[in-house]
């Protein structure tokens, strides 16, 4: 193998070996059986920080279940929160290829029926809908959960007749409009509750999981809720040896520990190292073992490179206050409370609430036991920065 591609840093870019995954795995692979056996499994929700391998696990896991046979949906939700016009797009293609079993026509028709009435109702302006039943929102709203309801209740039967499971892979669910989010985990309940083998595979970073508790309080029954964490050292020698092999390329314990110390354990950085070290190498290096020694004459390239591209544009996309409020915190020992970054920037938690609030739900800052940086060493590369403008003004 071209030493240039034994390793894939980038956003959803599926690396050669997908390491540590193997117990979240094990969920979806159940879930898959039992669909296939016609039982209805629970959701399963993964979450976890930005870079930890949410979307290439999603997409791995889609493939396995397209490979099984499933009918598999993808979809991505953007910023702008638009779910269920794609969620309706996928339900047409879904009766389309299914349609033409005559035993089946009234449930052809029963979903025609509430993919037309939604696809009526539903304004593409964001969180708008035009169901005719009533003037004020909530009625609005009630009919359009309701004409999903319906939908979905013509789409299980056809799947469940037809032996024809299906799952939905969405991906960013933190992303999706309220309430969109509140319609559709509304009729994934109404499917479970009538055993219809449709199942919803969701990704997103945490805050997803409080937002769709903020939605529908039996969410923990309808979901499981896997974490994807950071990867553990064996981890990372099984990401750094195993697409290595093929082309002669190992790595002895110093130097995958040198790896796992710099990276943290962070699937995307370890993809980074894994690069810059091949990119010095040649075909003709090969085999070789890579050793501590040579791991860490790596390091500043590494470093360098981070802190031109994924670091710094990390820092730069934030507003002066966002910025404002990460130095305080790199200045201080992790985790931290609000109160000791909102005493440095001489104001009160409140007032700096509102930032804290933007930099969270920009997956920039975790809130778990005290505040801390979502990716490994952000906090050295802000205290570099500074100490670089100190010695310049
Ligand atoms: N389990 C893993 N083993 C090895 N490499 C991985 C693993 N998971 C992810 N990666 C690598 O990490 C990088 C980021 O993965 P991915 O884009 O899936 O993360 P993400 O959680 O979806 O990020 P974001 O929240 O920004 O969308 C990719 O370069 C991918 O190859
Ligand atoms: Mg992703």
């Known amino acids: 193998m071209n030493l240039k ?10 690396p050669k070996y997908l390491a540590g995954r193997k117990d979240q795995i094990e969920i979806a692979l159940s879930a898959f059986e039992a669909l296939l056996a016609g039982e209805v499994p629970t959701c399963i929700a993964y979450s976890g920080y930005r870079g930890v391998g949410k979307t290439v696990l999603l997409n791995r896991l889609q493939e396995t279940a397209e490979e099984k046979g499933i009918t598999c949906y993808h979809i991505e939700v953007r910023e702008d929160g638009s779910l269920i016009p794609r969620l309706l797009s996928h339900c047409r293609d879904f009766l389309n290829n299914n349609s033409g079993m005559e035993k089946l026509r009234n449930l052809f028709q029963k979903g025609a029926g509430a993919l037309k009435s939604l696809e ?5 302006k964001k969180g708008e809908f035009s169901l005719s039943a009533g003037n004020g929102k909530a009625a609005r709203m009630v009919d359009f959960s309701q004409s999903l309801e319906n939908l979905f209740e013509a789409i299980g039967p056809i799947a469940k007749a037809k032996k024809q499971p299906l799952c939905f892979f969405i991906d960013e669910f933190q992303y999706a409009d309220p309430n969109e989010m509140d319609a559709f985990l509304g009729a994934l309940h109404r499917l479970s509750q009538l055993s219809y083998p ?12 409080s937002k769709m508790y903020d939605k529908k309080t039996y969410v923990e029954r309808l979901f499981v809720f896997p974490d994807l964490m950071l990867l553990t050292l064996s981890d990372v020698s099984d990401a750094l040896n195993i697409p290595g092999e093929k082309a002669g390329l190992s ?23 894994g690069q810059i070290l091949c990119s010095s190498l040649g075909e003709e290096d090969m085999p070789l073992t890579i050793t501590g020694p040579i791991a860490e004459k790596h390091y500043d390239t590494y470093l360098k490179q981070l802190d031109n591209n994924f670091y710094k544009i990390r820092l730069n996309n934030r507003s002066l206050l966002e910025q404002e409020f990460l130095f305080a915190m790199a200045s201080l020992s992790l985790p931290c409370q609000t109160s000791e970054v909102a005493r440095l920037l001489n104001k009160t938690p409140k007032q700096i609430a509102p930032t804290l609030a933007k930099l969270k739900s920009k997956g920039i800052i975790a809130n778990d036991k005290g505040l801390s940086f979502t990716v490994p060493g952000f906090s050295d590369y802000l205290k570099r920065i500074q100490n670089r403008n100190s010695e310049t003004s």
């Not at 591609?5 to 599926?14: D, F, L």
């Open 5 to 14: 591609y034994i390793y894939t840093p980038g956003a959803g870019k599926m």
């Open 120 to 124: 009526i109702g539903f304004s593409p």
């Open 198 to 209: 449709v199942i919803a595979i969701l990704a997103g970073t945490p805050e997803m999981i």
């Open 251 to 273: 790595y002895d314990k110093d130097a995958v520990k040198a790896i796992y110390d710099v990276t943290g354990g962070y699937p995307y950085f370890v993809q980074v190292y």
